[in-house]
């Protein structure tokens, strides 16, 4: 029913922005946050690894711990949900994809220009100038290393370490990313949050703007999260299923 609902809504729509969190990736076998804690997210607690305090107290353990989610990200595949966003992005007439995810899967399954909004684990940068470094560390030698400490390279012109291109806790987010989103967020008639705990700002405000601009926001998650009450529709079920199933609805005879 609120398939049918969230269909109907969806191919009407002129202006659409779709949120992502890390239950997008979750079917590609990219672990979340928050949940379903495996392998070194058992061992460490993210929230304590993303911090510039813990890379400057012990840059190996924090770089080989991007390593490794680097790794696995190159080896995991987008699933049918980041292809049914880019079947949509296909047949709307506006779109704006903003993820807080740091993969490179919305790219890959075909999303033209997603807005990261927590960086991404493709662009190191140095942890001096923030410029991006010319050379690019080998990830397979990280995934030999998986679970292990990994020094930070050097930045070639500076000689400081080279950091992860993610915002930690405690950062700013990209200044011409956020003001997009949430000018998008703003002026869009419908908004999609999927796979996302929605308690991390100022992420976490891109679905509050839209629905306090009127927008109709249809959330996507196997779990209740505190968008539910921000939700006009709650589809209880995973990203990989729901959203395919929404693109049929809404575009019969059209495959994401
Ligand atoms: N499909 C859809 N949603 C799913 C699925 C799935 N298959 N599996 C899990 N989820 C949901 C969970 O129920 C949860 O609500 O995805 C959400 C994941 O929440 P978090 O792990 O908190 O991830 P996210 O919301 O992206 O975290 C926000 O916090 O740690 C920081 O910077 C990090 O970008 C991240 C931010």
């Known amino acids: 029913m609120e398939t049918r609902q969230a269909a109907g809504v969806l191919s009407e729509a002129r202006r659409v922005v779709v949120f992502t969190g890390a239950g997008m990736s979750a079917e590609s076998g990219v672990p979340t946050f928050r949940d379903a804690l495996t392998g070194l997210w058992a061992r460490f607690d993210a929230e304590r690894l993303a911090t510039p305090e813990a890379f400057h107290a012990d840059p190996d ?17 987008p699933n049918p949900g980041h292809l049914a966003v880019a079947a949509i992005e296909a047949r709307v007439p506006a779109i704006t994809v903003v993820t807080q995810n740091v993969d490179d899967l919305h790219e890959r399954a075909g999303s033209q ?12 940068r140095c942890a001096g100038t923030g410029a991006h470094p010319a050379t690019f560390p080998d990830v397979e030698a990280a ?7 990994i020094p930070p390279p050097r930045c070639a012109s500076c000689g400081a370490l080279v950091r992860p291109g993610v915002v930690w806790f405690g950062e700013t987010l990209p200044e011409a990313g956020l003001t997009a ?11 999609l949050t999927v796979g996302t705990s929605g308690v991390v700002h100022p ?47 809404a575009w019969p005879g059209v495959s994401a």
């Open 61 to 77: 353990l924090v770089w080989g711990w991007y390593e490794w989610r680097r790794a696995r990200v190159r080896r995991a595949e």
């Open 113 to 124: 220009a997603p807005i990261h909004l927590h960086g991404s684990l493709f662009a190191p």
């Open 181 to 191: 989103a949430v000018e998008a967020a703003a002026s869009c008639d419908v908004l």
């Open 203 to 249: 992420a976490a405000e891109i679905p509050r703007i839209a629905a306090g601009a009127g927008a109709t926001v249809i959330q996507i998650n196997p779990e209740p999260t505190p968008l539910d009450r921000v939700a006009t529709l709650n589809l209880r079920g995973p990203a990989a299923k729901v959203l395919p199933a929404v693109v049929a609805a």
């Open 143 to 149: 995934m030999a290393a998986e679970g292990g400490r």
